[in-house]
């Protein structure tokens, strides 16, 4: 009994390396120059999934066998996910785009709510209250309620991909018998599907010299890539609170890293946004402490 925890605590160091990887998803989206989101959508998933491919070739063809809802959940929360969130980071400031993205967080502990056997307590909804302030801090400081009409589209995009990425997680956490090779042949019907819209719906612009092909290569291997293999790891068999409550560092480091590469500036609400929503999901993640039970209150 002692060795038991013990592949759970991998699984959940597994899946917070997910989230160190998904942190610099939105620096290595800015590098990789001026693409459109269903191009970037598909080079990136193009990459993510055959290197996945590769890393376990007869197992992922193998996982292809899913039934129809598993592939469509599987497939269709990676793609809508990232062509919200490619396009966010392209109509509208990199910071306030990334910050209403790790909305996720939050949202995966709300919609779990929803789920057969539990229930929102209200360390949950008072959280939701005070990570949904910083959000709308973010809005207000980004121009967005300030006549930048233009904006919105991409801030209505990152809240899209927020709300897609914690159904998704949700949805995922019901279906813990698919292997976690199927996220190689997930990232590749994604790319396929990402390629087809490109083709009719924008135009084309590749990398511009070695260092935007190097930045899209490792957007492909690492956030695109072996990051969803992690996090499913990490959602199926490892402690889901607690990277839940880790997963609520990304927003602090996505944004650092954008800063720190001048893709942004610090701005005070900036700041206060990125402690609220922070703090917010983290108030939500806790789990109430038991009460005594009626039968020995009077023991």
Not at 5 to 16: D, E, H, K, W
Not at 167 to 175: I, Q, T
Not at 176 to 190: D, H, K, Q, Y
């Amino acid at each position: 009994m002692i060795d038991q925890p013990r592949p759970r605590q991998t699984a959940t160091l597994i899946g917070f390396a997910a989230v160190l990887l998904w942190s610099s998803l939105a620096l290595l989206t800015r590098a990789v120059g001026a693409m459109p989101p269903f191009q970037i959508t598909a080079l990136s998933f193009l990459i993510g999934g055959v290197s996945l491919f590769i890393l376990r070739p007869r197992a992922s063809l193998r996982a292809l066998r899913q039934p129809l809802p598993t592939l469509a959940l599987g497939v269709g929360g990676l793609f809508f996910y990232h062509a919200c969130y490619f396009f966010a980071l392209s109509a509208a400031p990199p910071v306030e785009a990334g910050l209403l993205n790790y909305l996720w967080p939050l949202l995966i502990v709300l919609f779990s709510a929803l789920l057969p056997g539990e229930r929102l307590s209200r360390h949950a909804a008072l959280g939701g209250l005070i990570a949904f302030s910083g959000a709308a801090l973010v809005i207000i400081d980004g121009g967005g309620l300030s006549g930048s009409v233009a904006q919105w589209p991409g801030y209505l995009a990152a809240l899209a991909a927020a709300v897609i990425w914690a159904v998704y997680s949700v949805l995922w956490r019901l279906l813990p018998r698919v292997p976690s090779e199927a996220m190689a042949g997930f990232c590749l019907i994604t790319a396929f599907l990402a390629f087809a819209l490109h083709s009719v719906t924008e135009p084309t612009v590749w990398p511009q010299g070695a260092l935007q092909w190097g930045m899209l290569g490792l957007l492909g291997l690492g956030p695109v890539g072996l990051a969803f293999y992690f996090w499913d790891i990490g959602v199926k068999r490892g402690n889901l609170p607690l990277l839940g409550v880790v997963s609520y560092a990304a927003p602090i480091l996505s944004t650092s890293l954008l800063i720190l590469a001048g893709e942004g500036r610090f701005t005070p609400a900036i700041g206060l946004a990125a402690v609220l929503m922070t703090l917010g999901a983290f108030l939500a993640s806790r789990q109430p402490k038991p009460g005594p039970e009626p039968l020995r209150s009077g023991a």
